[in-house]
């Protein structure tokens, strides 16, 4: 699986961004569909992450209520669309996808980027004050 993210830029506070992340080589049901941004100097953040069988989503505390993660099974192709952005939201955003997740797992366990396969190259995010 090759994944390509897109959708970065810069947009002022209080603004929205959709990020999208296309996925080559097909993404099937036992399939995870990860968010994570990075700051220089700091470790990688768990943002999101969606189930690619059904639409069970679980987020980051700091990105609930203004995040949204959704995926287009058809195209292979997950979405980040982020609203109601801040300055502190500036980061690189990366998708990541883990193959192999059974249906009743909990997504909570799934938060950490040791937990997942294939990366995206990633996309810049900057919210201006």
């Known amino acids: 699986v090759q994944l390509q993210a897109s959708g970065g830029g810069l947009v002022q506070a209080g603004g929205s961004l959709r990020l999208s992340c296309a996925a080559s080589g097909g993404i099937f049901s036992g399939y995870l569909m990860a968010w994570f941004r990075q700051t220089p100097g700091k470790e990688r953040e768990f943002v999101g992450v969606?189930?690619?069988?059904?639409?069970?989503?679980y987020y980051a505390d700091s990105v609930k209520g203004r995040f949204t993660i959704s995926k287009d099974n058809a195209n292979n192709t997950g979405y980040l669309q982020m609203n109601s952005l801040k300055p502190e939201d500036t980061a690189v955003y990366h998708c990541a996808v883990r193959w192999g997740v059974a249906t009743t797992s909990v997504l909570s366990m799934y938060s950490q980027p040791g937990r997942y396969t294939y990366w995206g190259q990633g996309t810049q995010v900057t919210v201006s004050s």
């Open positions: 969606i189930r690619w069988s059904g639409e069970n989503t």
